[in-house]
């Protein structure tokens, strides 16, 4: 089984829907990250957790929220979906002591109509 | 600000060529580690190399090297004798180092190089 697991894999949603994109680990890391990634920026960060009482704003939080219901669980939610947060979503985790080896989910498509 | 460009958008080489792929960086930090990701047509990002700021040493990986100029603020990648498997999406990113050799662990990514080889 996969060590990151992202739900769903594929998601499209309305313009103005609220959509919750998972992502869960069984590597027993403590920091855990989403991304997002357009044709042309890269990956950005959107916010990282350190623990489950320590999140913070990436460069690109507006318009997202999360939530660190325990440490294998990290949930990226968009209030209300715009076109423009159609994107590939990736999750990443990391273990305090190497915060830069960072291990990639399989990535959310999601597109917002 | 890091700031990371891949000044190629997109390439395109046949089979057996010799590819390079560009990276140059922007940081205030002295210490930082540098990365190079392959995002294959499946999607998910798979990492190839992580190299310290503290080692300008090259390194060779199979047909995959890499060159990093700390002069230059660059981190190139090569791939020799390029294979139509090497066809993918590749992102080099930056992360600082802090004291004690710890890091917030944010990665900061380039824009990203189309790579396509043809057969």
């Known amino acids: 089984d996969a060590d990151v697991t992202q739900t769903p894999r594929n998601r499209i949603t309305k313009t103005g829907k609220r959509i919750m994109l998972e992502c869960s680990q069984t590597?027993?890391?403590?920091?855990m990250y989403w991304y997002r990634q357009d044709p042309g920026l890269g990956l950005r960060l959107i916010y990282y957790?350190?623990?489950?009482?320590?999140?913070n704003k990436g460069e690109i939080s507006d318009g997202y929220s999360v939530s660190r219901q325990a440490q294998a669980k990290f949930s990226l939610s968009l209030e209300s979906a715009i076109p423009n947060q159609t994107a590939l979503y990736f999750c990443a985790t990391s273990e305090d002591r190497r915060p830069y080896e960072q291990y990639f989910g399989p990535g959310t498509r999601l597109t917002v109509t | 600000a890091q700031k990371v460009t891949q000044a190629q958008t997109e390439i395109s080489v046949v089979e057996k060529e010799d590819v390079t792929l560009d990276c140059v960086y922007e940081?205030?930090?002295?210490?930082?580690?540098l990365f190079w990701y392959k995002q294959p047509p499946s999607g998910e990002l798979v990492f190839l190399i992580r190299r310290n700021s503290f080692d300008e040493q090259n390194e060779i990986s199979g047909r995959y090297s890499w060159n990093f100029q700390k002069s230059t603020s660059s981190f190139n990648f090569t791939i020799t004798a390029s294979q139509v498997v090497d066809s993918a999406v590749y992102f080099c990113?930056?992360?600082?180092?802090?004291?004690?050799?710890?890091?917030?662990?944010?990665?900061?990514f380039g824009q990203g190089t189309i790579l396509t080889v043809h057969p």
């Open positions: 990113a930056l992360s600082e180092i802090r004291a004690g050799g710890t890091s917030y662990g944010k990665l900061t």
């Open positions: 590597k027993g890391h403590d920091r």
């Open positions: 940081t205030r930090d002295t210490t930082y580690y």
């Open positions: 957790s350190f623990d489950v009482k320590d999140i």
